[in-house]
């Protein structure tokens, strides 16, 4: 019964989302970023954690595609809402994104206000040991001018409930 609840609510949350999500058995794929992979939390943990990572090469004149992974790395099903995460697609600025020479890459998208708390229907669960992707495509929401290297950090767990883990360096080329 558990696992048609999980089922549902997921079928429920791709149908109603812009971005396309795929929830993964056991630990996500492990993808290289520019200096190391994805290191991910131990059991002992007892938060929900995002993940970043981001394939190279990039070029300023594609797209940005980064896979935003929640990992819950404990022995209990975990919740968290969808809201501030790329789950709903550029609705908020969720990521801190900086150039190496310290400017701020500029957030384009719209920012939604939000009913407080959350409605249930904006959660996503979490088994244990199992995790939550999505692929988002971060020019359709950020302004990348320039090359060079990047630092991507997520910052929106005060809203979502996922804590920020490790960002990663990402390098643009022209």
Known sequence: MRNY????????????????CHMSKNRPEKTDT???KLEFPSAS????VALLSIQQPLHLRDS???HFTVFNPTEDTL??????????????NYLTINHADGSEVTYIGPMAKRIMPPVPESYLVVAPHDSLSVNIDLK???????KGMYRIQYNGGNVSGIVSGK????VIEE
Request: no cysteine; net charge positive; charged share 20%.
């Open 64 to 66: 940005i595609l980064l």
């Open 45 to 48: 943990d007892t938060n929900l």
């Open 34 to 36: 520019v200096s190391k």
């Open 167 to 170: 960002g990663i360096n990402a």
């Open 79 to 92: 919740r968290f809402t969808k809201y501030h995460t790329p789950f709903e697609g550029f609705l908020n």
């Open 140 to 146: 359709k929401g950020y302004r990348f001018e320039k």
């Open 5 to 20: 609840f999980t089922i549902t609510l997921l079928l429920a949350t791709v149908i109603s989302s812009t971005v396309s």
